[in-house]
């Protein structure tokens, strides 16, 4: 199984083909785009592995945005004791969702691709089931 590790939003990623992510907001871009991630910092499989100094030129990942949200809200409350203060903050850090499609090699050979499984509906079980009856 081959992978990846790429370096986005001021993280460090471990990726495979067909891996589901949640990283750094990607700004400017819409849900079904493709993303290319340039700065791959080493790459291989389970026989080897190449390791980047700091980054391999010519190496890179293709993805696909599924969707950019807000994570759940965290509650940031300070309160100093016998002064009555007290201070309630909200956050949401927003992230983008990718899946990860082609894993590419510095000289541009793909090392691993994801599988487009077909997607199998309930509704599709359920006949199924009724004709085997």
Do not use: C, W
Request: glycine fraction near 6%; charged fraction near 40%; charge should be positive.
């Amino acid at each position: 199984m081959s992978f990846a590790v790429i370096q986005t939003g001021g993280k460090q990623y471990k990726v495979k083909a067909g891996e589901i992510l949640k990283i750094e907001k990607l700004d400017n871009l819409k849900a079904n785009s493709k993303i290319e991630f340039k700065e791959i910092l080493a790459y291989g499989d389970d026989k080897s592995a190449e390791i980047g100094a700091p980054k391999i030129d010519g190496a890179k990942v293709e993805a696909n945005l599924l969707k950019n949200g807000k994570n759940r809200t965290v509650l940031v409350f300070k309160k100093r004791r016998r002064k009555n203060s007290r201070r309630k903050n909200g956050h949401r850090q927003e992230f983008s969702l990718i899946k990860i499609n082609k894993i590419f090699s510095k000289d541009g050979k793909i090392l691993s691709e994801s599988s487009k499984a077909p997607k199998v509906t309930k509704t599709v079980e359920k006949k199924e089931e009724l004709k085997s009856k």
